[in-house]
């Protein structure tokens, strides 16, 4: 059985440090003593022992297996450093900010790389001042540019360019304004017919 620990200042309140064991009197005792690596965390024990401040240790959860332990920890670690607590954890909370950081440069260098797909294909993309307003004047936004379109699409929907893609490269504007136009003109053959 192995335990998820939190080492809490009773003067904050506040989670400064994540573990797991299997014997908490022992770890709790390597903890007060400072026998670990940890130098930005012991530093902290022993400043809360100067102060003469006794830390808590607050069991999290426990768990059957070292693997599941383990995991568990990074949860808590994640969980604990989004609520903006002062870990200590060095190598698990730096993985996890590393990794955060990591996706936000992979998101970024996605959107320049749909951008520059949209340039080289010469794809008319909807201004992205429309993104900057609410989400009303965005629908608004969108629902004057389709209108603008509309008479592009049906000359080219006229000239047998039916589907989304052909329509899109055929009047140059991106799949997802194509659909949206086809479904248009299809309301409006649909209220022809009925008239």
């Known amino acids: 059985m ?21 014997d908490v009197y022992k770890r709790f005792s390597d903890h007060i003593k400072g026998s670990a690596g940890n130098i930005q965390k012991n530093g902290w024990i022993f400043e809360c022992r100067h102060a003469n401040v006794m830390i808590v240790m607050r069991e999290l959860e426990r768990v059957e297996m070292l693997k599941d332990a383990l995991e568990r920890e990074k949860h808590w670690i994640r969980h604990y450093l ?13 993985s996890i900010l590393q990794e955060r950081a990591r996706m936000a440069r992979l998101a970024k260098r996605t959107e320049k790389v749909i951008r520059e797909r949209a340039v080289k294909e010469k ?32 000359e080219a929907w006229e000239q047998g ?35």
């Open 123 to 154: 794809v008319a993309m909807v201004p992205r001042t429309i993104w900057q307003h609410n989400n009303d004047s965005r629908s608004e936004s969108f629902k004057e540019y389709r209108k603008s379109m509309l008479p592009k699409a049906l």
């Open 82 to 94: 989004e609520s903006g607590h002062p870990l200590n954890n060095m190598k698990v909370a730096k």
């Open 2 to 22: 192995y335990v998820v620990y939190g080492l809490e200042d009773p003067r904050d309140g506040l989670i400064h440090y994540v573990g797991i064991t299997d």
């Open 161 to 195: 360019h039916k589907t989304v893609r052909t329509l899109s490269k055929h009047i140059n504007i991106s799949e997802w304004h194509a659909r949206k136009l086809i479904s248009e003109i299809n309301k409006l053959h649909a209220a022809d017919r009925a008239v």
